[in-house]
T-cell receptor, first 111, second 116 residues
Framework: DAKTTQPPSMDCAEGRAANLPCNHS???????VYWYRQIHSQGPQYIIHGLKNNETNEMASLIITEDRKSSTLILPHATLRDTAVYYC????????????FGTGTRLTIIP | DAGVTQSPTHLIKTRGQQVTLRCSPKSGHDTVSWYQQALGQGPQFIFQ???????QRGNFPDRFSGHQFPNYSSELNVNALLLGDSALYLC???????????????FGEGSWLTVV
């Protein structure tokens, strides 16, 4: 699996947009970018994934650069419940490849 | 539609004992993976089961074993428990039918194991 690089921690004010960056410069052509988050003491929660086009769902938006070497997860209106560790992972969608977790970004929403 | 369910949620075992953790995958999923998450670290892949066979394995000793049943549910067994086995054990499921369930991996809430 390609490696990803994320900042270890970030703060964001409640109600503002939280923008979490991820670098994946060695991503392969068939690998997707996945985002998960883990709220303290719970299992990782799937947020969103994409290949090369920007994606949006009810939780977040995913912006992938044209060269696919980096991406940004956007939580449009952060709430206190968004405080969690966010993991950016690249993975092929062929077969059932395992997820390789890095250290993630600890996002703290400030009231 | 129930998600991934795991049991028990918490348990305490003594060094040298054996433990069995259980997992039911999300509806429509046929592949189950197990991860270990030590305190302060990201989840680490243990192994994956598909069609009742272990298909992939991470860097874990043979004390860690598993099983998948015909209904796709799975068990994780750990023998000769060590203090270092204390962790959150996560079950994850996914489907091979890309048309029906895609390939996204979903996690359960985990089983907290404390070895004393």
């Amino acid at each position: 699996d390609a490696k990803t690089t994320q900042p270890p921690s970030m703060d964001c004010a409640e109600g503002r947009a939280a923008n979490l960056p991820c670098n994946h410069s060695t991503i392969s052509g068939n690998e997707y970018v996945y985002w998960y988050r883990q709220i303290h003491s719970q299992g990782p929660q799937y947020i969103i994934h994409g290949l090369k086009n920007n994606e949006t769902n009810e939780m977040a938006s995913l912006i992938i650069t044209e060269d696919r070497k980096s991406s940004t997860l956007i939580l449009p209106h952060a709430t206190l419940r968004d405080t969690a560790v966010y993991y950016c992972i690249v993975k092929s969608n062929f077969g059932n490849e395992k997820l390789t977790f890095g250290t993630g970004t600890r996002l703290t929403i400030i009231p | 539609d129930a998600g991934v369910t795991q049991s028990p949620t918490h348990l305490i075992k003594t060094r040298g004992q054996q433990v069995t953790l259980r997992c039911s995958p999300k509806s429509g999923h046929d592949t189950v993976s197990w991860y270990q998450q030590a305190l302060g670290q990201g989840p680490q892949f243990i192994f994956q089961y598909y069609e009742e066979e272990e298909r992939q394995r991470g860097n874990f000793p043979d004390r860690f074993s598993g099983h998948q049943f015909p209904n796709y549910s799975s068990e994780l067994n750990v023998n000769a428990l060590l203090l270092g086995d204390s962790a959150l054990y996560l079950c994850a499921s996914s489907g091979t039918d890309l048309m029906r369930s895609g390939n996204t991996i979903y996690f359960g809430e985990g089983s907290w194991l404390t070895v004393v």
